[in-house]
T-cell receptor
Framework: GEDVEQSLFLSVREGDSSVINCTYT??????LYWYKQEPGAGLQLLTY?????DMKQDQRLTVLLNKKDKHLSLRIADTQTGDSAIYFC??????????FGTGTKLQVIP | SAVISQKPSRDICQRGTSLTIQCQVD?????MFWYRQQPGQSLTLIAT?????????ESGFVIDKFPISRPNLTFSTLTVSNMSPEDSSIYLC???????????FGPGTRLTVT
């Protein structure tokens, strides 16, 4: 089946850039997503990218997609303490369902 | 984006009982899903709630344990039946259009089974 993998933990200093990486196995993915989950809260859709794009920028967020290597990344510029959360990568494998990665816990050090 | 509410937001239940979780959306949506997020884990899709027909369950999930209803395009329920402590999780309702370009989640129901 589909598999989506992420590193479990990332620590950065406030003001630096954060880069969260994700790899997936399903080559038929149509959309790839980044979600943010703050402690005790639900999931917030941050951004998504269509599989025929290789980059999408939205304010402090930049998504890069390397379809050949099945690699997705989320870059957060000027990381703030409010960005501390768990970030989930997810992909739509074309079977009307979305598979989520394991989540990366981002810790921002003041 | 759709606004999704879930009831209850949390509950503590005894082993062997059942709990029904409600999901209400503020607009008609094509796709509705139920996910489970076990403590410290990622999300696992339980089933797709189909309007007017039986839900489509993922591997490892069965209708007898997780009966689902979807009477219309804005509402769905998930029942967790004959609960055991292993069912302690956050249960999330999710909605999307047919293209799945944007999928939104409800706030979740935190279930603890004692």
């Amino acid at each position: 089946g589909e598999d989506v993998e992420q590193s479990l933990f990332l620590s950065v200093r406030e003001g630096d850039s954060s880069v969260i990486n994700c790899t997936y196995t399903d080559s038929s993915s149509t959309y790839l997503y980044w979600y943010k989950q703050e402690p005790g809260a639900g999931l917030q859709l941050l951004t998504y990218i269509f599989s025929n794009m290789d980059m999408k920028q939205d304010q402090r967020l930049t998504v890069l997609l390397n379809k050949k290597d099945k690699h997705l990344s989320l870059r957060i510029a000027d990381t703030q303490t409010g960005d501390s959360a768990i970030y989930f990568c997810a992909e739509n494998g074309g079977y009307q369902k979305v598979t989520f990665g394991t989540g990366t816990k981002l810790q921002v050090i003041p | 984006s759709a606004v999704i509410s879930q009831k209850p937001s949390r509950d503590i239940c005894q082993r062997g009982t059942s709990l029904t979780i409600q999901c209400q959306v503020d607009s008609q949506v094509t796709m509705m899903f139920w996910y489970r997020q076990q403590p410290g884990q990622s999300l696992t899709l339980i089933a797709t709630a189909n309007q007017g027909s039986e839900a489509t369950y993922e591997s490892g999930f069965v209708i007898d344990k997780f009966p689902i209803s979807r009477p219309n395009l804005t509402f769905s329920t998930l029942t967790v039946s004959n609960m055991s402590p292993e069912d302690s999780s956050i249960y999330l309702c999710s909605v999307a259009d047919l293209a799945l370009d944007e999928q939104y989640f409800g706030p979740g129901t935190r279930l603890t089974v004692t």
